[in-house]
């Protein structure tokens, strides 16, 4: 029942401490400047506009003006042909609703112009003069959400993608050396089942990655303090998007290995090479991510060299492993080809 009205997450107390700034501010200037009712509109433009990305309390303050104006529009039509009965609120407010859904506007912007006419009228003074007060008012009160969202600390959320894409890296470099030693020893049917089912929680990770990414990419925009991030996550991205294709080979290398595993895999010469370029493979993973962030949360490599760049001997597999064997190579070689794109050959 609580999950109605709490959240999982609470929102930072700095976002807070800004949206009761503006508010307060957003208050105060409008009383000064435009005497007369309590700047109801201003308070409220500025608290909807302190949002957690400057990008989104842009749309924010721009969804909140127009909404505004068309509902104040509305509103000061009906009022001065029909007054400000209570049947008129209730005709402003299906025809808002009717005129948003008409001009192909936001849900959020919908509201606005349906709240505003309401209020306009419910307060009785729906005269030319107070809905044009009401919309300077609004204004204001979305400059100013978004001027103090820039000037006290601009959100910038790389933080949580550097965690996203950290947190990947570590499974994918475990997952990887689950599945090397799964290859060396004989599995039962639920660990096999365990194998696979662990692999494929990777996609569920790399899309909060991505997910988290975005949101960055977001914060970013129109925040002053980009220009010293963008390149962190341009290698953000980078490294998420040479993960995700070691995320679809590894899936592919376990699902194989659990629909052909046999008892008497673990002879075959050329697997237990593979194993070995696995556990290289979750190295160079790891190595990565070092190189992206040296106090990332995982456990140090051996070595600072890239060990997928060794070589690998394969040797033919008996027949009823071929299939298996091939398909194990296939993935491997792409895992190598993504993970060593930008390492130099070892020389002869």
Request: glycine residues 6%; hydrophobic residues 50%; aromatic residues 4%.
């Amino acid at each position: 029942m609580t999950e109605l009205f709490r959240a999982s997450r609470r929102a930072p107390v700095l976002q807070v401490l800004k949206s009761a700034v503006a508010t307060v501010a957003a208050w105060l200037l409008c009383a000064w400047l435009i005497p007369g009712p309590l700047p109801v509109f201003a308070a409220i433009a500025a608290l909807l506009v302190v949002q957690p990305s400057l990008n989104q309390s842009f749309s924010k303050a721009v969804e909140r003006t127009v909404g505004v104006i068309i509902g104040v529009a509305v509103a000061g039509l009906l009022g001065l042909v029909l007054g400000n009965g209570t049947w008129v609120v209730i005709a402003a407010i299906v025809i808002a609703l009717l005129l948003a859904w008409a001009l192909r506007m936001t849900s959020g912007t919908a509201n606005q112009v349906a709240i505003s006419a309401m209020l306009v009228l419910a307060l009785g003074t729906a005269t030319p003069g107070y809905a044009l007060d009401r919309i300077i008012e609004t204004m204001i009160g979305a400059v100013i959400g978004f001027i103090v969202n820039v000037l006290i600390v601009p959100p910038v959320a790389i933080a949580p993608a550097h965690r996203s894409v950290d947190l990947l890296g570590a499974e994918l470099a475990n997952t990887l050396d689950r599945l090397g030693d799964a290859l060396h020893r004989p599995q039962s049917a639920a660990s096999l089942t365990e194998l696979l089912v662990t692999a494929r929680l990777l996609r569920p990770m790399r899309e909060a990655a991505d997910s988290a990414i975005r949101t960055a990419v977001e914060s970013l925009t129109l925040n002053p303090r980009a220009g010293r991030h963008r390149s962190e996550l341009t290698e953000l991205q980078t490294l998420l998007d040479r993960f995700s294709t070691v995320v679809t080979q590894t899936i592919g290398m376990s699902r194989t290995f659990y629909d052909r595993y046999d008892e008497e895999l673990e002879t075959e010469p050329t697997v237990a090479a593979i194993a070995e370029q696995l556990h290289r493979a979750a190295h160079d993973v790891r190595l990565l991510v070092q190189r992206l962030d040296d106090e990332a949360d995982l456990a140090p490599a051996e070595d600072q060299a890239p060990a997928l760049t060794r070589p690998l001997s394969v040797a033919a597999p008996r027949s009823g492993h071929w299939v298996l064997v091939g398909s194990l190579l296939v993935d491997l070689h792409r895992i190598h080809d993504t993970l060593t794109e930008d390492v130099e050959p070892p020389s002869r």
